[in-house]
């Protein structure tokens, strides 16, 4: 089992800066992918980025080069740097955490969910 609490929502004006984080507890040493995935009213949540066991990061188009995740290894902690936030981005933003336990298949963990809300 793997706990994930978010923090770091918030309202925020066009063009500013959020930093979410998120803290895993549990099974920590079994995860293999961490990320952040959002839902904005009225869409399906999507994938904003994601970063390996080993580093590797994989981002949304709609995000390269305004969002960066990063982990700190040491505080089993993910984050989430949000600059040039833009309307669009207004979501709830959730953590996810991935077990691999089949050559292609994953646990999913999530965490409750993150507010953030960008005005124009």
């Known amino acids: 089992q793997v706990q994930l609490v978010e923090s770091g929502g918030g309202l925020v004006q066009s063009g500013g800066s959020l930093r979410l984080s998120c803290a895993a507890s549990?099974?920590?040493?079994?995860?293999?992918?961490m990320g952040w995935y959002r839902q904005g009213p009225g869409r399906e949540r999507e994938l904003v980025a994601t970063?390996?066991?080993?580093?590797?990061?994989t981002y949304a188009d709609s995000v390269k080069g305004r969002l960066t995740i990063s982990r700190d290894n040491a505080k089993n902690t993910v984050y989430l740097q949000m600059n040039s936030l833009k309307p669009e981005d207004t979501a709830v933003y959730y953590c996810?955490?991935?077990?691999?336990?089949?050559?292609?298949?994953?646990?999913?963990?999530w965490g409750q969910g993150t507010q953030v809300t960008v005005s124009s």
């Open positions: 970063i390996t066991s080993g580093g590797s990061t």
């Open positions: 996810n955490a991935k077990i691999r336990y089949s050559k292609s298949d994953y646990l999913n963990y």
């Open positions: 549990g099974s920590i040493f079994n995860i293999n992918i």
